[in-house]
């Protein structure tokens, strides 16, 4: 089996670095196991994207000395696909009248928020339209051997509820165009910040309900500001400063535990990549889920 593995940003704003921690990774990761790297642009969501920001993503990425397999995928193009899958599962999905205000006032707290208490299951609400499409979950422990964060085990029922695979917008979610992105294109490692960790099970059970493999997994740390909140465009995280590229690259391998030699701060981009791949070494993040950028 031929490594593949990928990064997927979402084009919200810049590229800062959080995600070039995930991007670093990545890349070390597949290219070090002689894999191969794809890229990806999760452009799904337009209320939340930013004029531009995808061609300077790859921009910043070429000036940092990433180099992909193949072209971009863009998923504002797969559409289709994704509604393909939802077809595909047919009756494990169903439609939903609840607004979200509506979830909270009856529902319990679970990992990431109110878990659905299942009111449309049977069927919408008499005067009810469909708003979003969920699909079913069942109690019962999902798990899986992440290669950094060890074993992980989650009861979708309990902690989540049957949660949304295409929204009241008509956007997908993002739980189904990872699936079926990652199948569609032979991924078979999937590396990328720790703030996905809790999501993998809602994605196991796509693949296992719509007869996909299963790719292994590895949750990077990411980074956090001194308030402990990830570092992103809502919380203000500044664009890549790429005056200074192999700078920039130094600091994510520092936050990524490998010990970058202070030398190679004001190297060549070349320089820095060939240090890297010989002593890239994953196992240094082990159990670690997030680093606090000073």
Same mark, same amino acid.
Not at 93 to 122: L, Q, W
Not at 136 to 152: K, M, N
Not at 154 to 168: T, Y
């Given at each position: 089996?031929?490594?593949?593995?990928?990064?997927?940003?979402?084009?919200?704003?810049?590229?800062h670095? $959080?995600?070039?921690?995930?991007? *670093? $990774?990545?890349?070390?990761?597949?290219?070090?196991?002689?894999?191969? @790297?794809?890229?990806?642009? #999760?452009?799904?969501?337009? +209320?939340? #994207?930013m004029?531009?920001?995808?061609?300077?993503?790859?921009?910043?990425?070429?000036?940092?000395?990433?180099?992909?397999?193949?072209? *971009?995928?863009?998923?504002?193009?797969?559409?289709?696909?994704y509604e #393909?899958?939802?077809?595909?599962?047919?009756?494990? *999905?169903?439609?939903?009248?609840?607004?979200?205000?509506?979830?909270?006032?009856?529902?319990?707290?679970?990992?990431?928020?109110?878990?659905?208490?299942?009111?449309?299951? !049977? !069927?919408?609400?008499?005067?009810?339209?469909?708003?979003a499409?969920r699909?079913?979950?069942?109690?019962?422990?999902?798990?899986?051997?992440?290669?950094?964060? $060890?074993?992980?085990l989650?009861?979708?029922?309990?902690?989540?509820?049957?949660?949304?695979?295409?929204?009241?917008d008509g956007?997908?979610?993002?739980?189904? %165009?990872?699936? *079926?992105?990652?199948?569609?294109?032979?991924?078979?490692?999937?590396?990328?910040? %720790?703030d996905?960790?809790?999501?993998?099970?809602?994605?196991?059970?796509?693949?296992a309900?719509?007869?996909?493999p299963?790719p292994?997994?590895?949750?990077?740390?990411?980074?956090?500001?001194?308030?402990? #909140?990830?570092?992103?465009?809502?919380? $203000?995280?500044?664009p890549?400063?790429? /005056?200074?590229?192999?700078?920039?690259? @130094?600091?994510?391998?520092?936050?990524?535990?490998q010990? +970058?030699?202070?030398?190679?701060?004001? /190297?060549?981009?070349?320089?820095?990549?060939? @240090?890297?791949?010989?002593? @890239?070494?994953?196992?240094?993040?082990?159990?670690?889920?997030?680093?606090?950028?000073?």
């Open positions: 089996m031929t490594y593949t593995g990928r990064f997927a940003p979402s084009p919200t704003g810049p590229l670095l $959080g995600s070039l921690m995930a991007a *670093v $990774g990545s890349y070390l990761e597949a290219r070090t196991q002689g894999g191969r @790297w794809l890229l990806r642009m #999760e452009d799904l969501d337009p +209320p939340r #994207e004029p531009g920001a995808a061609d300077g993503i790859l921009r910043d990425l070429e000036t940092l000395g990433f180099k992909w397999d193949g072209p *971009v995928l863009y998923q504002s193009r797969r559409r289709e696909a #393909e899958a939802l077809d595909r599962l047919g009756t494990h *999905v169903f439609p939903c009248a609840c607004s979200r205000s509506e979830i909270a006032d009856s529902a319990v707290a679970g990992i990431e928020g109110p878990v659905y208490p299942g009111t449309c299951r !049977g !069927g919408l609400p008499p005067g009810k339209a469909a708003r499409f699909v079913r979950v069942q109690a019962g422990d999902i798990g899986f051997e992440d290669a950094l964060q $060890g074993p992980i989650q009861d979708l029922e309990r902690d989540v509820g049957d949660f949304v695979v295409r929204r009241a956007c997908h979610a993002y739980q189904l %165009a990872v699936v *079926v992105d990652d199948a569609a294109q032979g991924v078979t490692h999937v590396v990328r910040g %720790a996905l960790l809790l999501s993998t099970p809602r994605q196991l059970h796509l693949q309900l719509l007869g996909l299963h292994l997994y590895m949750h990077l740390p990411v980074a956090v500001n001194a308030a402990g #909140e990830k570092l992103s465009k809502q919380t $203000g995280a500044r890549l400063d790429l /005056s200074q590229p192999a700078s920039s690259l @130094w600091q994510a391998l520092a936050l990524l535990q010990q +970058p030699p202070q030398s190679l701060k004001h /190297s060549s981009i070349d320089d820095i990549w060939t @240090w890297s791949m010989q002593h @890239w070494q994953s196992a240094a993040m082990s159990g670690l889920s997030s680093v606090e950028i000073a």
